[in-house]
Structures are given as C-alpha cells and as structure tokens.
C-alpha cells in the first residue's frame, strides 16, 4: 500500500470507535421531541442497542416489559402506544426486543431482559426498584428525573442528541453491569 503522506494507511479502530459508530447512526436524521417524556420509536432503538452493552446482554427473541400502573387508563394507553411501535420485534445485532405489558404490581414476577417505565409508573419507581433488587434486569425511563435517588439504572434519550445516563446505585442495587465501552460513552451520575 503506498502513502501519500495523508495518513491513509490501515489503522486498528479502538473498541470505543467501533461502538460510538454502532450508536452514531441514531443520532442522524431524528424527529423532534414529544412534549412528554413518553419513548418514542427513535428511544427504543438506542434502547436495544445499549442493552447490547450489558455484561451478561440478551440474545435471540427477548421480551422488554412496559410497566404501568393497573389503575391507570392514561399510563395503560402509552404502554400500548410504546408496544406499538415495536412493529414485528426491533432488531440490533443478536437480539430481537419485543414489548410485553406489565402492571407496577406484577413486575417482580415478570420475566424480562428489561423494563421501561411508562410515565405514569414512574411515582413508584422506587417500588420496581425494590421488586427487581439483584434481578439483573435493568429498569429504563426517559426522564432524567428519574434518576434521583436511583429509582431507574439508565435513562436515555434521543433528542435533541442521543444521552444515555447511569445510575451507580440502581445498577449495583439491580446487579446489572456494563461493557467497559459502553461507560466510556455514557454519563455515570
């Protein structure tokens, strides 16, 4: 291979490279902001990519339960429109996420790869939490508010650019663990 001094020669790209590039397409060409806070088709697929960093991730058909709370018509309806948008499964690498609804009261029995908090659930985060201690199931929101207190392990958001935040204690209080890579792209609070 010649040179022509303009550094084109093969370089090996870093582990972090490799994984910002996997993440920077969902940063391209995305709609704007609802103004709720509900998850929108553009979260859920940053979603099931940053579940691809989890140290023990999911493979094959998993399920993502969407947690409402039973009595609520309004947080029962976003649930629905979240499901929705998952179409036939969202896809990213080895796993395929599909959504499964789940009431507040039932998410410690539910069998999933993770959990994303409605709106309406999200007054009794803190209960999930406490249902899903050393489950090694990450519970998910896409309000920063969520994160006092640890009541959710990531918050992540697509607008106005892709974030993805961490709490330190929900992650160790829900034993889920992340890629090195992944850390290096995130914000740890």
Do not use: H, N
Not at 40 to 54: H, S, W
Not at 94 to 111: F, H, N
Not at 119 to 134: C, E, M, R, W, Y
Not at 138 to 158: C, D, M, Q
Request: proline share 6%; with cysteine; aromatic share 4%.
């Amino acid at each position: 291979m010649a040179k022509d001094g303009s550094g084109g020669g093969r370089r090996r790209t870093s582990v972090r490279q490799s994984w910002a590039c996997k993440l920077l397409p969902l940063c391209l060409g995305l709609g704007s902001m609802p103004a709720a806070a509900e998850a929108t088709p553009q979260d859920l697929q940053v979603l099931v990519r940053a579940l691809g960093f989890l140290e023990r991730p999911p493979t094959g058909v998993a399920e993502l339960g969407i947690a409402y709370p039973l009595a609520s018509v309004a947080g029962r309806a976003e649930a629905e429109r979240v499901a929705a948008a998952f179409g036939e499964g969202l896809r990213a690498g080895a796993l395929t996420l599909r959504p499964r609804l789940i009431p507040v009261e039932a998410v410690g029995r539910a069998q999933v790869a993770a959990l994303l908090l409605t709106d309406a659930a999200l007054p009794q985060a803190a209960q999930v939490a406490a249902a899903l201690a050393g489950s090694g199931v990450p519970t998910i929101a896409t309000t920063t508010t969520a994160l006092e207190g640890g009541k959710v392990v990531l918050v992540l958001r697509s607008q106005p650019r892709v974030e993805i935040l961490v709490s330190r204690a929900a992650a160790q209080t829900a034993q889920v663990g992340f890629a090195t890579a992944f850390r290096m792209m995130i914000q740890e609070r």
